[in-house]
């Protein structure tokens, strides 16, 4: 569950309030405040003081929308933890995968009633929720106050992996797995929480000895949860890192997803030194080498 929370001016109720009954949500009267809206997947409510609050399970359409009404980027998303799962639970992400350059990286976190309440108020959420500027901040926090993990499958590697298995689920799997038993090494935990991609099995598949005894959850916006969130922050913070080390060794501004800007880097790169060179640098199975 999580809560999105900012102050807005009153006069922009009347409107927010169309914007909502436009979007199907059922408005009713709450207590000071002037209406709650209401669907199955969120409640909004805007109170008298001006304080605008949405509560969900996953947040991140229906604020980029009500941002996107009101013209403003304010988003304030609280994390919390999820009552369904274990106190003490392993939570893993990965990032880099719809990113053309760079590599496919995940990272694996342990929280425990401690940490959690910690990671909540310092602001810990999904890594899209998150400007690049505040990653690593986070990301340090995170890091000192938590077991870990972080696979990076650098592109050399991830080419060479992807060019076996034809499947980006399977090599996604692998690298989940590799990041639960990597933390399993260093403590006991019996419980992990991944997001859900492909046939459940893969994961299952790819542990080994020591995560075949643990519950393996795999679930559909798993980054509302504390762990999951705390494990796509540093991610992110490293494959941002491993971005910036390709731009400085090849000295120009290595962009981030599969854009225009992503295929001229590309073609500076190939011309500056060789096609090949590509390997090094990127997911070639993109469509965007082709391009290139």
């Known amino acids: 569950m999580g809560n999105y929370s900012t102050k807005l001016d009153i006069s922009t109720e009347p409107g927010l309030k169309q914007f909502f009954i436009k979007e199907g949500a059922e408005i009713t009267t709450q207590q000071y405040a002037f209406w709650r809206a209401k669907t199955k997947n969120y409640a909004a409510i805007f109170y008298n003081t001006g304080k605008f609050l949405i509560q969900g ?16 980027s304010t988003t304030k ?45 310092a602001g810990v959420r999904d890594c899209k929720t998150v400007d690049d500027k505040n990653i690593n901040k986070l990301a340090a926090l995170i890091k000192n106050n938590s077991v870990f993990s972080i696979v990076t499958i650098n592109p050399a590697k991830y080419n ?6 034809k499947n980006l689920n399977m090599l996604l799997a692998w690298g989940h797995a590799r990041a639960i038993e990597n933390i399993l090494e260093k403590t006991d935990c019996s419980y992990a929480l991944s997001d859900k991609f492909g046939d459940e099995k893969f994961i299952r598949n790819a542990l080994l ?27 992110r913070a490293q494959f941002l890192k491993c971005l910036s080390e390709i731009s400085e060794k090849y000295g120009i501004e290595i962009p981030k997803g599969a854009n225009d800007r992503v295929i001229a880097a590309a073609r500076t790169i190939s011309q500056k ?14 469509k965007t080498y082709e391009q290139v």
Do not use: W
Request: charged share 30%; with cysteine; proline share 2%.
């Open 209 to 235: 000895k020591r995560g075949r005894t643990i519950h393996l959850e795999q679930r559909c916006k798993a980054e509302s949860d504390i762990a999951v969130a705390a494990a796509s922050i540093i991610a």
């Open 273 to 286: 030194y060789t096609k090949s060179e590509l390997i090094n640098t990127s997911k070639i199975h993109f």
């Open 57 to 72: 399970a996953d947040l991140d359409e229906i604020t980029r929308k009500v941002e996107k009404f009101l013209g403003v």
């Open 77 to 121: 998303i609280e994390q919390t933890a999820d009552s369904d799962a274990p106190t003490r639970r392993i939570g893993v992400d990965e990032s880099g995968k719809g990113d053309f350059f760079g590599p496919l990286v995940v990272a694996s976190v342990m929280v425990d009633e401690k940490n959690t309440e910690l990671f909540i108020k």
């Open 160 to 165: 060479e992996l992807y060019a076996k298995l």
